[in-house]
Nanobody, 125 residues
Framework: QVQLVESGGGLVQAGGSLRLSCAAS????????MGWFRQAPGKERDFVVA????????LYADSVKDRFTISRDNAKNTVYLQMNSLKPDDTAVYYC??????????????????WGKGTLVTVSS
């Protein structure tokens, strides 16, 4: 079992930055690829970004490429999401996920083993 706890969400103006963190506990953190999904009000849950177990490989949704950066610290059991140049369209609840396969994370939210409870990011115009 893996428990994921997100933090760092909040209210920010367009063009601003936020850094989300996801602390993991339970089984070996480095055994899992990690990622972030987001869900805006009235919309489906969408893939944002994923990172491989070692951190050597990252995959981004086109909508956040060049603005968001994912990283992980396996010694601290934590994954980070640095979000820059935020837009109102980035407003959503952001969920941290963990799964042994990065491919599973990038394909769909179905089948992912572990989810956090989410943290709300609101970007005002």
């Amino acid at each position: 079992q893996v428990q994921l706890v997100e933090s760092g969400g909040g209210l920010v103006q367009a063009g601003g930055s936020l850094r989300l963190s996801c602390a993991a506990s339970g089984r070996t953190f480095s055994s899992y690829a990690m990622g972030w999904f987001r869900q805006a009000p009235g919309k489906e849950r969408d893939f944002v970004v994923a990172i491989s177990k070692s951190g050597s490989n990252t995959l981004y949704a086109d909508s956040v490429k060049d603005r968001f950066t994912i990283s992980r610290d396996n010694a601290k059991n934590t994954v980070y999401l640095q979000m820059n140049s935020l837009k109102p369209d980035d407003t959503a609840v952001y969920y941290c996920v963990a799964h042994p396969s990065i491919a599973t994370i990038t394909r769909s939210y179905n089948g992912i083993d572990y989810w956090g409870k989410g943290t709300l990011v609101t970007v005002s115009s």
